[in-house]
Nanobody
Framework: QVQLVESGGGLVQAGGSLRLSCVAS????????MGWYRQAPGKQRELVAAITSTGSTNYLDSVKGRFTISRDNAKNTVYLQMTNLKPDDTGVYYCNAQSPILKANYWGQGTQVTVSS
């Protein structure tokens, strides 16, 4: 089992910045890809950014150039640095960890990000 705990959400004005953190615990040896998803009211959950254990990244088109995902394996933590935030970035952000070894997909409890115009 893997447990994920997010922090760093909040209310920010458009153009502002936030940094989300996600600390993993448990069977962390089994984790390959970690990522951030978000879900806005009335919309489906979507992948915002992901990073593999070797550091390869991919991003949702609308956040490219504004968001940066990074990973500190020594601290079992993944970060999402968000800059130039827009109202459309509002939603609940969820940390995700994938474990091919355990054939499992883990989720954090979510953290709210609200961007006011």
């Amino acid at each position: 089992q893997v447990q994920l705990v997010e922090s760093g959400g909040g209310l920010v004005q458009a153009g502002g910045s936030l940094r989300l953190s996600c600390v993993a615990s448990g069977s962390i040896f089994s984790i390959n890809t970690m990522g951030w998803y978000r879900q806005a009211p009335g919309k489906q959950r979507e992948l915002v950014a992901a990073i593999t254990s070797t550091g390869s990244t991919n991003y949702l088109d609308s956040v490219k150039g504004r968001f940066t995902i990074s990973r500190d394996n020594a601290k079992n933590t993944v970060y999402l640095q968000m800059t130039n935030l827009k109202p459309d970035d509002t939603g609940v952000y969820y940390c995700n960890a994938q474990s091919p070894i355990l054939k499992a997909n883990y989720w954090g409890q979510g953290t709210q990000v609200t961007v006011s115009s």
